[in-house]
């Protein structure tokens, strides 16, 4: 009898285990970026809104479109590269401001929208000088198709990009007052423009 | 019950009256824009003030913080609304309010939070959202709807917004007119919004004005 019950609990323990290791296996994420390649090997510049169109800035998204592995796929994490201006000095020390995120469907419209102060993100917090990944976790949202990941730095974090050759076909910038999107090509001097790509990287399952 | 002091108001007022006839102005023009938008493109706006040709009204900024203290970080201007269908979906609430900005220097103020919370019949949280005043209300002339989009919200019946500026930023108020669908919302208690006329010591109600967007 003891031998027969210790033989079930094994059983069990075994199904149990296998199970839980199912579900981890199940719920594992999925990483998606905006780039692709090595990060190690680009030259990253970080850009602010604020600092490219003035006071409009604040209401100009760094804005990534995404495709969704599968239906209903639940995206769970955005990462980005940020700089909050912080060099090691004490004269750099960010004041707080506040950056936004959103997740909107390939229609644009809005599915999440989440506000916070740039301080427990960004690279000050971790005594970091330099750029610094910058994650922001989210409850799951379900998102199938495109679907757009939009960052409002609001001068608060300067987010990373990196130089490209020709308009990117997945970052833009997303205008809130007409809910529109224009191409990621960035004004520079003598009315050239630069076409950038942001850089995220997505986790979700 | 927590009234709105004319005393105190006209103080801000005698300061800034000048200033708030052309605000006003501004911002009735922002507003009409706005309420076209919305028509054109087939969602409903609902509101709660008089309902008066907006150049007509009496309006006046307030803040909770200089009514209640350092206790009106708590306190939320609440509008009551009735949804037009059931499940109708509230995408988005305006609010004319303006955070500071001063066009003479070019300077806005430091950021500072409000917070937007969308309750039920039962004043049950059905969704709650803070950010940065700025963000919406960074006006260089004058009081401006600004326009908190929010996920797509499905409601039925009664429902209310409510705004706690948290001294982040003046909402505009209309002075009298009140149609009673207008609150301050604090500790789970919703009060009528109304303010006492120094001069006859009359009580009168006041509306927020807020809009709902949806459709």
Known sequence: MVLIMAALCLAALTLGGMAAAADAQATQNQLIN??????????????????LFGRIGFFVAEAVKFKAPKAGWKLNQVQLIGWDGYNGTAATVPQERIIALEVRDKNLNLLYKFADSQLPYSNYARNATEMYPLTIEIPSIPVSDDFYVCFYDRGAVSIACEKLNQTSENSFLYIEAGNELVPSNLIIADNQTLPVNWIMTLSGN | MDRIHYESLVIYLKKTILFMAALCCAALCFGAVAADNAATSGTTVLSQDSGKNVSLMKMT???????????????G???KFTAPKSDWKLKSVEI?????????????PADKNFLLEIRDKDLNVLYKFADAQNNYFLSPTAPVYGTIEIPALIISGDFYVIFYDRGSAYVVMENGNGTGN???FSNGLMDPAERIIGTTNETVKVNWMIKAVGN
């Not at chain 1, 780039?35 to 990253?44: H, P, R, S, V």
């Not at chain 2, 004319?96 to 806005?108: K, P, V």
């Open chain 1, 34 to 51: 905006s780039y692709t390649g090595n990060l190690t090997e680009k030259q990253l510049a970080p850009v602010d809104m604020v600092s």
């Open chain 2, 96 to 108: 004319l309010a303006w955070s500071g900005f001063n066009n003479s220097t070019q300077s806005f």
């Open chain 2, 182 to 184: 207008s609150y301050l």
């Open chain 2, 77 to 79: 201007e609440a509008v």
């Open chain 2, 61 to 75: 900024l307030f803040r909770s913080i200089d009514e209640f203290g350092i206790y009106g970080l708590g306190v």
